[in-house]
């Protein structure tokens, strides 16, 4: 029975106010409010008996209904008095000087005190956060670090440790890395999806660089490198408002336990490398999981088994691949460099001079313009070399491009054997083939400027001086050399012209 209905009863059977404030625990004041409210209201007793607790509780404590509207005239004051408040000099005070000469028949300044106490107080009201199996993982990093110690030179490095906790199990994994970077943090993450065997519909992340790369109250800007991520588990991301300590209590609680089940133990052990760390964090780890809550027969473990694991989506068939973003110039040779090992891709002639954006992995490179992708490579590591589509290049570029040994064997058999051997030569000689290639299309070029024949007899005359190169056969023909003969070769005998003044023999006798 409600405290209200005890006095009513009391009081009913004359028994005096000191003793019902005694019976009722409550001031005696208490009681004389109570009962001159159902004298004033002319309220019958009998009905009010009858009431549910919680009625007559709101019926006796709430506002009379003729009251009502005085209230909610000042209660729609509220919102503009609390922005009021943080100006420079403005008191309640203040404020309720205004109010009572907009409202004479206003409350009184204790009243009015009081009523903005309460709904300060409703607003700052913390709700109980109900969460569903597989609907979030919680992330983010301890505070303090844990750190290694490097075996040869006894240097120590601080590692931060990751920690990610389900929103309804509260299976919670842990993990030194070490830094807070992009593809560490990546990469904990997808190891948290496979330590629990599936991925959440969506992932809170505290307002880290690696995930949000511009925090907002109402849609914060994702790290384009995390959202791939996300968008490669099917989850999406959902980061915890700033200044909202509320948004991550669970994993706030979580880093507070892993201080005290991991930290502690873990504080006068020294480790030489991440992996031993890691090990050692696990043993705690599984330990922490397996231990039943403090207010039920229960483990995070079990629980997470018995009714939170089935709820989980499924982890793809292949792992994800840490991707990179990047801007660039596709520059006039129509490449586009990657600066890590300084390999260049190509692009379709038509986009140099264009802004792309590169996205590489360890195992491909995709290169877009304006959100279409112009050009896919497998990702290579030769540093200072070339990786080219032949397609990409303009024709006079893809001739250049078809440039090799048996090309130019070829193109030279067509003309005359002596010409293919004196190639053959001149690609021998080079220290590299590449080398010689412009030489074999300069000399072979002169096949059609200066007519076959002189070409060949060029090309013989070279051959015969053992002299292997485009300059050479260039001056033989530019100066005529092809139609002089060989200093081994016979002259042939000029026949003598016959004429009148022209003596014979016989003027010399």
Known sequence: MSRIKQIIRLRSNGIPLQTIAQAVQSSRNTVKKYLRLIEARQLNEEQLLLMDDAALEALLNGPPADDAARIKA????????????????????????????????????SRFCDYYAQWCQSRSATMHMEHEPGDKLFIDFTGKKLSIVDIATGEITAVEVYVSILGYSQLTYVEAIISQKGDDFILATENAFYFYGGVTRALVPDNLKSAVQKADKYEAKINRAFQDF?????????????????????????VSIVYSRIFAPLRNKVFHSLASLNEAI???????????????????????????????????????????FKEATVMKSGYVQIYEDRHSYSVPY????????????????????????????????????????????????????EWNPEKFLRWAGAIAPVVQDYIAKLL???????????????????????????????????????????????????????????DDEPPESPEMPTHDNIRGPEAYQ
């Open 230 to 254: 996300a968008n490669h588990y099917q989850t999406v991301v959902l980061p915890a408002r700033s200044y909202k300590p509320r948004d991550k209590a669970l994993v706030e609680k979580a």
């Open 350 to 401: 038509r986009y140099i001079g264009r802004k792309v954006r590169i996205i590489y992995s360890a195992s491909r490179v995709a290169i877009y313009y304006n959100r279409e992708q112009i050009a896919y490579h497998r990702r290579s590591f030769k540093r200072l070399g070339f990786t080219t589509v032949h397609d990409h290049m303009p024709s006079t570029h893809q001739f250049v491009a």
């Open 428 to 486: 021998e000689i080079a220290t590299y083939p590449e080398q010689a290639y412009r030489g074999c299309v300069g000399i072979l070029s002169f096949d059609k400027k200066y007519g076959r024949e002189r070409f060949i007899k060029a090309v013989e005359r070279a051959t015969h001086y053992e002299a292997y190169s485009y300059t050479i056969v260039k001056k033989i023909l530019q100066n005529g050399l092809d139609r002089i003969l060989s």
């Open 282 to 324: 696990k043993e705690l780890l599984d330990q922490h999981n397996t231990q039943p809550f403090r207010d039920r027969p229960i483990s995070r473990r079990q629980l997470f088994e018995q009714q939170e694991k089935a709820y989980l989506t499924p982890l793809p068939v292949n792992r994800y691949e840490l991707k990179y």
């Open 74 to 109: 000042l209660t729609d004051l509220f919102p503009y008095f609390e922005r009021e408040l943080d100006r420079v000099g403005v008191t309640r005070w203040v404020l309720w000087g205004e109010y009572r000469q907009k409202h004479p028949d206003g409350y009184s300044y």
